[in-house]
């Protein structure tokens, strides 16, 4: 048993007393509510006086939120609360806020600001070559600097996420009480999800992966709610009802994305609206849902960073993501919706129609479960795979069953019937890179290609979106392929480039 899970709630809480929280929007102000019901007092800054008055006038924590608009009286706050040293916890959007802050907190005239022994978290979702370089930094003053993700939203900041720390050996063995106790739990073993990821930036890099499997899921749930909806001509309750029926059990059991998914199209408008996006009633329209625009702004807008940093990533390190690809491909042409609407002028591509193949309603909507699940089972190899390949080229010595470990509550990808399927293997061969070569694996994606082929062509002669989906299909082709049509390829660049070719018959490189 480790230090970290040895130590009791109370020894937990006299260790650190008081935290001091950057960044009050709603992941910073959730978090600060957290740790003031788990028994921490609460420092809270933010460079917005609105969102400091919101969290620290919060009903029923005024004696344990207190809000600093004075960086030097935030800091000071924190002084002999946690032990010898200072525990700080960002919570910013990535780039330059975190280094604005950093730069503040480093000017501070000596003993005013961070000194020795001093502990960052970072919280937000920060591409991990920027971590990294801030742990050189705060390494040269002895601050240790935490890159950690955080998943699940701003619900799971408040009731426990799921967290992937990395960095310096001895902050994490600092840090992990702490985090043990605020982390989600998984309903199953009660272990909580939370793991020490690794050094350097590895717990940013297992987060940027999350959000690329997270991409996948969410493009293959929308592929699957709009096969239903235009497709079919399902009404929303029923599709939850279908969501409801695949998240009980089987292969697609406990997952989060289906939980929610069902949840979001049974909700409809309040009188008033709310904060959340939900507009008051009025009009025709009655769910929730239809004032939904098809526009994801946040990679529009450059406020999520790490759907398109996993995909480079994968690029750089040569390994084959499509579904992941695809998924982000999508969101970044419906980000700019002006543009696609006039492009739709011009190009006058047929819309989604009802389906004229697979008639039988029953039959449809079982193929469509095993095609969501096999999609779903696919990103998580291709992010595995990267996390893997990640490990090895930085020395991290990531072990990938840990990573299903911390996935298996309080975060996005949650899905217990794949946790269920990759952890054990992946708990006892940590050297492991190829997915696909787990026999288990391969049985599940073997016996679901002919339902995931089925759904896809019955879709395309109907004009249905499914870029995810389809991109699933073409990687389980070519990634078990024996004749792939680049042999063509090949020597095609060796005919204008002269660089060579493996010959199949005598197995070397062959010169032009």
Not at 84 to 103: I, W
Not at 181 to 207: E, M, N, Q, W
Request: with cysteine; charged share 25%.
């Amino acid at each position: 048993m480790s230090l970290s899970l040895s130590l009791s709630r109370e020894e937990t809480l006299q260790r650190f007393k008081r935290i001091g929280i950057v960044g009050a929007g709603n992941m910073g102000s959730m978090m600060a509510l957290a740790f003031a019901e788990l028994g921490l007092d609460v420092s809270v800054w933010d460079v917005d006086g609105k969102n400091i008055s919101r969290v620290s006038k919060t009903a029923g924590y005024l004696g344990r939120v207190a809000g600093y608009d004075d960086m030097r009286e935030f800091v000071a706050s924190l002084k002999g609360q946690g032990g010898e040293r200072k525990v700080f916890l960002f919570s910013m959007t990535h780039g330059s806020p975190a280094d604005s802050v950093l730069g503040m907190l480093m000017k501070m005239e000596s003993g005013d600001g961070l000194r020795y022994g001093d502990v960052i978290l970072d919280a937000g979702s920060e591409d991990y070559r920027r971590t990294e370089r801030r742990q050189i930094e705060c390494a040269r003053i002895g601050v240790y600097w935490v890159g950690m993700g955080v998943s699940g939203g701003y619900r799971a900041a408040r009731r426990g996420p799921s967290l992937s720390p990395g960095g310096d050996e001895r902050a994490l063995e600092i840090l992990m009480p702490l985090l043990e106790l605020y982390a989600a739990k998984d309903a199953a073993t009660g272990l909580p999800c939370v793991a020490r990821i690794g050094p350097g930036g590895s717990g940013h890099f297992v987060k940027m992966v999350h959000n690329g499997i997270e991409g996948g899921m969410l493009s293959t749930l929308a592929e699957a709610w709009s096969l239903l909806h235009y497709g079919r001509g399902f009404d929303y309750e029923r599709i939850a009802d279908a969501f409801d029926e695949w998240n009980k059990d089987g292969e697609l059991r406990n997952n989060y994305l289906l939980e929610i998914g069902a949840d979001m199209l049974r909700t409809k408008k309040s009188r008033e609206g709310d904060s959340r996006g939900d507009t008051a009633m009025g009009g025709y329209h009655e769910y929730v849902l239809d004032d939904v625009l098809d526009e994801v702004i946040q990679d529009y807008d450059n406020t999520e960073g790490t759907p398109y940093w996993s995909i480079t990533e994968s690029a750089s390190r040569h390994i084959s993501a499509p579904t992941l690809a695809a998924a982000h491909y999508l969101r970044i042409a419906n980000g700019n919706q002006e543009e696609r609407l006039e492009a739709a002028k011009k190009l006058r591509i047929p819309s989604p129609s009802l389906m004229r193949e697979m008639p039988d309603e029953k039959e449809f909507v079982e193929h469509l479960r095993r095609a969501v699940y096999a999609s779903f089972l696919a990103s998580f190899c291709q992010g595995l795979e990267l996390i893997a390949h990640g490990s090895e080229d930085e020395g991290w010595n990531i072990d990938l069953g840990k990573c299903l470990q911390i996935w298996r509550a309080g975060c996005i990808i949650r899905s217990e019937g794949i946790a269920d399927l990759l952890q054990p293997v992946l708990s006892k061969n940590r050297t492991l890179k190829n997915m696909k070569f787990i026999d288990t694996v391969a049985v599940e994606l073997e016996r679901n290609f002919h339902s995931l082929k089925k759904v896809i062509m019955a879709g395309i002669d109907s004009d249905h979106y499914l870029p995810a989906m389809s991109s699933t299909l073409e990687y389980l082709k070519y990634e078990g392929g024996t004749t792939l049509p680049t042999k063509f390829m090949e020597a095609q660049m060796n005919f204008f480039g002269a660089h060579g070719y493996k010959s199949a018959k005598m197995g070397e490189t062959m010169q032009a």
